[in-house]
């Protein structure tokens, strides 16, 4: 389990951005909405849908840990 954070901020496409406890684009404290322990960013932003429609993954933490879980499924 990781821990997820929405940004409060917008990027620069209007989009929110969900990161990872350990991304170092995670925004300050201020900034940010604590969104709960989920497996991967998927659920992530399953849960931050529901709090904002413009909810999106960040590319430099959640993106590559889909890659990884889905590289990791075809292995078995
Ligand atoms: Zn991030």
Do not use: V, W
């Amino acid at each position: 389990m990781k821990f997820f954070y929405l940004s409060s901020i917008s990027d620069e496409n209007g989009n929110f951005q969900i990161h990872e406890k350990e991304c170092p684009f995670l925004p300050d404290a201020l900034d940010r909405d604590y969104l709960g322990p989920f497996n991967n960013g998927k659920e992530a932003l399953r849960r931050a849908l529901s709090i904002n429609k413009k909810a999106t993954i960040c590319e430099h933490c959640c993106e590559k840990k889909i890659a990884k879980s889905l590289l990791s499924q075809k292995e078995n």
